[in-house]
Structures are given as structure tokens and as C-alpha cells.
């Protein structure tokens, strides 16, 4: 019996091994070609899922993913400081505005035209909807743009999303849970009222709390930050607001110097769970399914690039841009990835329509590749586009 | 005075940025790790920078090659000028009996070979003041000379 487990846990070994290898393969490609790991990670986990599903390690990994999850939330609730939620908000409130107009709203009108219910179509427009704020910051950051005066557009437009998904996955979980309709309306409203008084919280008393959390040590740091993430998450999803969603109203309610702190020190960790969640979510679509999404993905990509470059463009023109500047605003926000696959990520796990996973994989794929490639080469292709108007 | 711009980057840092006399921007971005980033804005595309990225040594020459080495000179020069001289900065109590009289009426230069070369008061400087200039209570009188000639002013001012 004894022997038994023993090579059970050398072969979960080895198996986990193989996986973690070929990624650090995947993540050695994205750095050399300057890409984002995140389309080559799902790629993995698709090829993974067609060839050799991991067996053994499985429950690893599906553990894995979920804590990968609840990294890359509570990192995003720690991206922005207070007063960073505070000015952007005010300055990019109308730009926010546009932005979801014109993004989510597609990723809804596609998911109802492929016959689907409302909440999945929800859902497809939080996929549609949501930038990638990793893969943005690093393309900003390789091309040497934090410095441009477009540049501030673009990050208060982020910030926006940020916020807008303190609402939007409280809601998502409360109308996955899938409960009557009164309760489902107290449930959304003690979603709307958790998020609200965190935020408030955060804004208010940040401070404090992160003095209370604050020590020396990076190791007590580092226990004491993922003790309270992992128990927030784990207590939301009891409540059944999504542990996502609490991780993320932890991140929010962090501030100051623990906030810098604790990002410095969970950052190795969330880069290997979520990669491992991307794998996960790889592993879970039925590849066979994917050609049959692929055009479909494909022309949703299309439109919301389109979408996207021209809510960067207006909001850029708001605050005096030339058209240059405008057009590397605009492409800088094409590029979706992580949060996007989060969002299909639940719906998923909640087992809604099948289409939505490999319909949100090949989207991801496509614009967590084309987005980067639009920015980097935005001032070329504007100039193509005007001589070709000039010669027309 | 240039007019600095700040802009706040979310989850990068901050940015100031000015416009030199000639019309270029000029800008740093300060990263929330303290990090530094010179920038440059293109003439032709007045919203792109070039960046330069620095590291701490390369902040402190930099700093010092655009001003720092200028005041070391200085300081440096007023050394070489005043060899064998002694400079000092003397305070007028109020209770003096020097306060109120003029810096000609004081004959301060004929008794200690002292000169007066500048009257600091409150914010204001008062640069090589002339005979009729008036002392008050709490002047700062800068004063070069030799090291006895500036004691012998030290009690001159003290004198009620």
C-alpha cells in the first residue's frame, strides 16, 4: 500500500516535472521573441489535452490553476494605489465610459447571435471587453513608451477596467450561482456592497490595515499576505461571490509600501500558478472544437480591435494627442489575455454553454499575439494607411 | 521660472516634464522602485520620447556634469580668492549699540580692516551695501578680512 503511493506521488513528480519544463521552454520562446507567455501557455495546455492529459498530477493542477487564479486577481487589486483608483476615475471616467460601450457590448451581441443564454453572452462581453493589463504594461514597457505622452490615456483606461471588475465578477458569481431571483438580488447587492466597502476601506483606511499586516521579514510578509488572500478567497467562495473576487478586494484593500512589498514577493508565485491555470484552462477545451470557433473568434477579434484602437484614439484626442499618438493609444489597448480567460474561466468551471472555452481560447490567442504586433508597428502602419489615402 | 508638469502614471509612477527655452521637452520618470528615466520628446512627434534609462551612479554624474560641478567650482574659487583671509557671517544682536547706525558711521574698515560685503535681513540680500546703508537688530553681516580683524568686528557688534 505504502509502495503503492510512493510511485504514485514519483510519477505525479515526474508528470509535473514534464509539464513545468516544457513552459519554462514556452516562457525561454516569449522572452526571446519578446511575445507573452500567455497564448504559448494555453497552446500547451491544449496540446497537452489532445496528446498526454496529465492523470496523476490533475489534482495538482486543478489546484494550482485555482490559486493561479486567485494570484493574478489579488495582483490586480495590488496594481493600482488609491489615490492612482481615485485620479484615474476621474480623469478617464468618460473614456471608461466609451470603453465599455463599445467593447462589451459586442462580445454580448456575438454570444446572443450564436443562440446563447444571457449569462454566457455576459460573459462573452467581459472577454471582449477586459485589456490585458500585463501584456499592455509590458509592450509599453519593451517599446519604451511609459515616457509618451499618450501614454497616461492608456493607463487610466486601465485603471477603469480595473475597477469596472470589481463590480462585474461579483455580479458574474451571484448570477452563476444561479440562485431564485430575490436571492439573487440580495446577493448582488451584498456582492455590490462587499466590493463598495472594500473600496472604501482601501481608499480610507489602507494605511492602517497595512500596518497591521507590515513586517521586516519578507517571509512573514510573504505567510501573512497569502494566509489572508487564501482565506478571503476561500470565505467568498462559501458565500458564493467567486474567491476570485474576494482575492481582488484584498488586492484593492492593500496599499502603500506592503502593497510594493507584497507584489515584489508574490509576483514569482503568481507567475507560476498562472501559468499553471493557463495550462488548466487549455486542458479543459475539446480541441476538436476549435476549428469550428476559429472563424467565428476571428472575426470578433477583428471587430474589437477596431473597437479598442478607437477608444484609445478618442480618449488620446481627449487630452490633445496628435493622430500618431492616438493610433499607438488605440493598438497599445488591442491586446486581451489573462483576466479575459479568468472571466470564460468561471463560466467554464460553471459548466455554461461549451462554445465559450474554445471560442475564448482562440480569441486570446489571436489578440494576446496581435495586439503586442499592432502597437510595435502602429506609427508604420499609419503612415502605409496615409499614403495609400494620399495615392487613392 | 520653467513651468514642471507632473502626471501621475498608474502602477508605474510618476512623470514630470518641462519645455526647455528652445521648445524641446524634457522629462523623468520616477518608477515607484525609485527607478529613473530621462526623456527626451521627438521633435517630430511631439507625444514620443526617446528614454534613457538610469541607474543611481549614472543619475549622480549626470547631476553633477549639469550643475553640481558649477557650485563645487564656485565654492572652490571663493577658497583660492580669500587665502590668508578669513570670511565669516556675523549677526547684529538687537540689543546692539550698532543697530540703527549706518554701515559708513560704524567705521568699521578703519578700526578692524574689516569690510562689510553683504547684509543678509530676513529673505532679502543686500549685495557690496554702500555707507548710507542702516543696520537693524537680527542683520547678518558678511564680512572678509583677516581672522583678527573679524574678532575685533565679532565685538564691535556685540558692544551694547
Known amino acids: 500500500m505504502l509502495l503503492g503511493a510512493d510511485s504514485e506521488i514519483a510519477s505525479a513528480l515526474i508528470e509535473l516535472g514534464l509539464v513545468i519544463v516544457g513552459l519554462a521552454v514556452l516562457a525561454r520562446i516569449a522572452v526571446r521573441t519578446g511575445f507573452s507567455p500567455i497564448p504559448l501557455y494555453l497552446l500547451a495546455g491544449l496540446v497537452f489535452g489532445a496528446v498526454a492529459e496529465p492523470s496523476v498530477s490533475e489534482n495538482f493542477i486543478e489546484l494550482g490553476a485555482q490559486i493561479g487564479v486567485i494570484l493574478l486577481l489579488f495582483m490586480l487589486g495590488l496594481e493600482y494605489t488609491a489615490s492612482e483608483l481615485t485620479t484615474g476615475l476621474r480623469t478617464g471616467f468618460r473614456s471608461g465610459l466609451l470603453d465599455g460601450a463599445l467593447n462589451f457590448t459586442p462580445g454580448v451581441v456575438a454570444g446572443l447571435a450564436l443562440g446563447w443564454g444571457w449569462l454566457t453572452a455576459v460573459l462573452l462581453g467581459g472577454v471582449t471587453y477586459i485589456s490585458s493589463s500585463g501584456v499592455i504594461a509590458k509592450a509599453l514597457t519593451d517599446l519604451q513608451r511609459l515616457g509618451n505622452r499618450e501614454t497616461p490615456s492608456v493607463l487610466s483606461l486601465l485603471v477603469i477596467e480595473d475597477l469596472a471588475m470589481a463590480f462585474y465578477l461579483p455580479l458574474i458569481a451571484v448570477l452563476l450561482a444561479g440562485s431564485g431571483a430575490v436571492a439573487a438580488v440580495t446577493s448582488v447587492a451584498l456582492a455590490f456592497g462587499v466590493a463598495g466597502i472594500a473600496l472604501l476601506v482601501a481608499l480610507r483606511f489602507g494605511d492602517v490595515m497595512s500596518r497591521a499586516i507590515f513586517h521586516h521579514s519578507d517571509e512573514v510578509l510573504l505567510l501573512s499576505t497569502l494566509g489572508i488572500v487564501l482565506l478571503v478567497a476561500g470565505a467568498a467562495e462559501r458565500l458564493q461571490v467567486s474567491a476570485a473576487v474576494g482575492a481582488f478586494l484584498v488586492g484593492i484593500a492593500l496599499s502603500g509600501h506592503v502593497a510594493r512589498r507584497a507584489e515584489t514577493l508574490v509576483t514569482p508565485l503568481r507567475d507560476f500558478f498562472a501559468a499553471t491555470f493557463f495550462v488548466f484552462f487549455g486542458l479543459q477545451i475539446d480541441v476538436a472544437a476549435l476549428p469550428e470557433a476559429l472563424p467565428v473568434a476571428a472575426a470578433l477579434a477583428v471587430v474589437t480591435a477596431v473597437t479598442k484602437v478607437y477608444t484609445g484614439w478618442w480618449a488620446a484626442r481627449r487630452v490633445g494627442i496628435a493622430t500618431k499618438g492616438r493610433f499607438r493609444a488605440g493598438t497599445a489597448l488591442v491586446a486581451r489575455g489573462e483576466f479575459s480567460i479568468v472571466i470564460a474561466g468561471l463560466g467554464v468551471a460553471a459548466g455554461l454553454e461549451g462554445e465559450l472555452g474554445p471560442l475564448s481560447a482562440a480569441y486570446v490567442l489571436i489578440l494576446a499575439i496581435v495586439g503586442p504586433l499592432l502597437t510595435r508597428y502602429s506609427d508604420e502602419l499609419l503612415d502605409v494607411a496615409r499614403r495609400r489615402l494620399v495615392t487613392a | ?160
Not at chain 2, 519645455?19 to 514620443?48: F, N, Q
Not at chain 2, 572652490?76 to 580668492?81: F, I, K, P, R
Not at chain 2, 546692539?96 to 568699521?108: D, H, I, P, Q, R
Not at chain 2, 581672522?147 to 565679532?154: F, K, L
Request: contains cysteine; negative net charge.
Open chain 2, 1 to 160: 521660472m520653467t513651468d514642471v508638469e507632473e502626471t501621475l502614471l498608474p502602477g508605474v509612477g510618476v512623470r514630470h516634464d518641462f519645455s526647455t527655452e528652445d521648445g524641446r521637452r524634457l522629462g523623468v520618470i520616477v518608477h515607484r522602485s525609485g527607478r529613473r528615466e530621462l526623456l527626451i520628446y521627438k521633435k517630430d512627434d511631439p507625444d514620443a520620447c526617446r528614454v534613457v534609462q538610469l541607474g543611481d551612479e549614472d543619475l549622480r554624474v549626470l547631476v553633477e556634469l549639469l550643475g553640481g560641478t558649477q557650485i563645487v567650482e564656485r565654492v572652490a574659487n571663493l577658497q583660492y580668492a580669500v587665502e590668508g583671509l578669513a570670511i565669516d557671517w556675523l549677526s547684529l544682536p538687537a540689543r546692539s549699540s550698532t543697530v540703527g547706525k549706518t554701515l559708513g558711521s560704524t567705521e568699521l574698515r578703519t578700526r578692524t580692516g574689516v569690510s562689510v560685503v553683504a547684509v543678509l535681513r530676513g529673505e532679502t540680500t543686500y549685495p557690496s551695501p554702500e555707507p548710507d546703508f542702516e543696520f537693524a537688530a537680527d542683520d547678518v553681516a558678511v564680512v572678509v578680512g583677516t581672522p583678527e580683524g573679524i574678532r575685533s568686528a565679532t565685538a564691535y557688534f556685540q558692544e551694547e
